[in-house]
C-alpha cells in the first residue's frame, strides 16, 4: 500500500506541474455579471469584484486590461501587479451608468495576454431589479448631514452591500455631526409598499467593533399617508445587525432616527438598510 501511494503521489505532482508549465494569465471575477440599475445616484455605481491569477513560473508584473461598453465608464482601465506564481489579486471595479443609458446587455472584458474574461453587465431599471424582498435596494436615499469626506454617501446604504469591510470605501453612511442628535436616514420606496420588516447593518469589524463604533439607539418610521410615524425603537443594541419587526403598514418612505452610537466618536455609522 506504500508503495502505491509514493506511485499516486508522483503521478498527482507530474500532473500539477504540467498544468502549470504554461506562463498564464487569468482573469477572474468575483460574479458571472454584473447588474447596474439605472438612475442610481453616482456616488453608489454598481460594483464588482475583479482580478487576476497567475499559473506563470516565476514572478512577475502582471497586467489586465479593463474595456467596458460605452456609454458605461469603469473605475479603472487597468489593473497592474508584482505577483507571484499561483497567487491572485483582487480589486473593486466601479461601473457607472450614466443618465439616458438604454436598459440591456452591455460588454466588460477583462483581458489579460493571452486570455479574455467576459462579465456581462445586465443595465435594469430600478423596478427591474431582482431586490430578493428588499425594497429599499437601490432606492433614493437622503440623510440630514454627510460626512465631508466623500467616501461615506447616504446611498451606500441601500446599494445591496451589507459587509463592513470596505468601510471608509463607500460602502457606508457616516454622518457629520459628531455627538449630535438626531441623525436621520430616510429611503423612498418608489410608492406605497407593504412593509413590516426593518433590517439595520452598522459598522461592525474586528477592528470597528459594533459594540464600540456602532449605532446604539434608534427609531424606525414609516411614512404613512404623508406622516411620519414611528414603528419601531432599538435600544442599547451592541451587535451588527439588529431586525425590527412591526404590525404592517402602507408605507412611501422608511426612515431611521439615530439617537446615539456606542461611543468611539459617537457619529451615526450605517452599512445598509433593508425594508420588507
Ligand atoms: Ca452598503
Given at each position: 500500500m506504500r508503495v502505491l501511494a509514493a506511485a499516486l503521489a508522483v503521478a498527482a505532482a507530474v500532473t500539477t506541474t504540467a498544468a502549470a508549465a504554461p506562463e498564464r494569465l487569468t482573469p477572474v471575477a468575483g460574479a458571472d455579471k454584473l447588474v447596474a440599475p439605472l438612475g442610481?445616484?453616482?456616488?453608489c455605481p454598481a460594483k464588482i469584484k475583479i482580478g487576476m491569477r497567475s499559473d506563470a513560473r516565476k514572478a512577475s508584473y502582471a497586467t489586465m486590461n479593463v474595456e467596458v461598453d460605452p456609454p458605461l465608464t469603469a473605475s479603472r482601465t487597468m489593473l497592474t501587479s508584482y505577483l507571484p506564481p499561483g497567487h491572485q489579486v483582487m480589486a473593486s471595479l466601479l461601473v457607472a451608468v450614466p443618465p439616458g443609458t438604454q436598459q440591456g446587455t452591455y460588454g466588460l472584458r477583462l483581458r489579460t495576454q493571452d486570455r479574455t474574461l467576459e462579465v456581462p453587465v445586465e443595465v435594469v431599471p430600478v423596478d427591474g431589479l431582482d431586490n430578493g424582498g428588499n425594497l429599499a435596494l437601490r432606492r433614493p436615499v437622503t440623510a440630514s448631514s454627510q460626512h465631508t469626506n466623500a467616501n461615506y454617501p447616504p446611498c451606500s446604504v441601500a446599494d445591496g452591500d451589507r459587509s463592513?469591510?470596505?468601510?471608509?470605501?463607500?460602502?457606508g453612511w457616516n454622518d457629520?455631526?459628531?455627538?449630535?442628535?438626531p441623525d436621520t436616514l430616510s429611503i423612498a420606496l418608489g410608492g406605497p409598499r407593504q412593509v413590516s420588516r426593518v433590517d439595520l447593518y452598522t459598522l461592525d469589524t474586528e477592528r470597528y467593533p459594533a459594540s464600540r463604533y456602532g449605532l446604539r439607539d434608534w427609531d424606525v418610521q414609516a411614512q404613512v399617508d404623508g406622516q411620519w410615524q414611528t414603528v419601531a425603537q432599538v435600544r442599547g443594541n451592541t451587535a451588527g445587525t439588529a431586525r425590527s419587526d412591526f404590525a404592517p403598514v402602507t408605507a412611501d418612505a422608511v426612515r431611521i432616527v439615530a439617537l446615539a452610537s456606542n461611543g468611539a466618536n459617537d457619529y451615526t455609522r450605517v452599512i445598509e438598510v433593508e425594508a420588507r
Open positions: 442610481v445616484d453616482p456616488a463592513s469591510n470596505g468601510w471608509a470605501g463607500g460602502n457629520a455631526t459628531a455627538r449630535a442628535w
